[in-house]
């Protein structure tokens, strides 16, 4: 099946770790991602989920400085208006007991996005899920170039998956 849902479902389901590293194709990983996720998983055997922010990886500073803020200001908006933090799409992990518990990125609605799907069944079981700023990732802003309206649909579409729009570019 096409789509982000179909195939992130197939991917962990194929998976053979303990832990499931979530990140988007044009997400880069600082050489010590891992290692923080790993640490962090392993000083608490009750987080079932984490994310960590992003920053612009390239692109025009005019790029760089929207992008990231609108990331973090998206990210702010999700927590005070649902009540509990977004976990990045583009920036997340997980233990596969929680994903089995959720049946991990199955949903009846294929209409939603990964990153609210995972959030809100993992809220709905109350699963412990933390944001550790040392997770950085950087994310490209190639969606952007020469079309700011993208800035504004990004950052509704964290409110509601009607403004994403899946491109190829």
């Known amino acids: 099946q096409k789509g982000i849902l179909p195939t992130v479902d197939t991917a962990w389901r194929s998976a053979i770790g303990d832990l499931i590293l979530k990140i988007d194709a044009d997400t880069i990983l600082p050489p010590s991602w891992i290692a923080h ?10 987080l079932m989920a984490l994310s960590g922010p992003w920053a612009a990886a390239d692109g025009a500073l005019g790029d760089k400085v929207m992008a990231t803020l609108g990331g973090y200001a998206g990210s702010l908006a999700i927590t005070l208006l649902r ?18 518990k959720i049946d991990g ?11 609210q799907l995972i959030t809100r069944k993992l809220h709905h079981l109350k ?3 933390r944001w550790f700023a040392d997770c950085m990732v950087y994310h490209s802003t190639r969606r952007y170039h020469h079309r700011p309206q ?6 509704l579409s964290l409110m509601h ?9």
Request: hydrophobic share 35%; no cysteine; charged share 15%.
């Open 37 to 46: 996720i790993s640490s962090h998983f392993s000083a608490d055997p009750q």
């Open 83 to 100: 009540g509990y933090p977004l976990l990045l799409g583009l920036n997340s992990a997980f233990r596969r007991t929680v994903l089995v």
């Open 105 to 115: 990125y199955h949903t009846a609605n294929p209409h939603q996005l990964d990153d």
């Open 127 to 129: 699963a412990k899920t």
């Open 150 to 155: 993208e800035y504004l649909s990004s950052f």
């Open 161 to 169: 998956p009607h403004f994403y729009h899946e491109k190829i570019v």
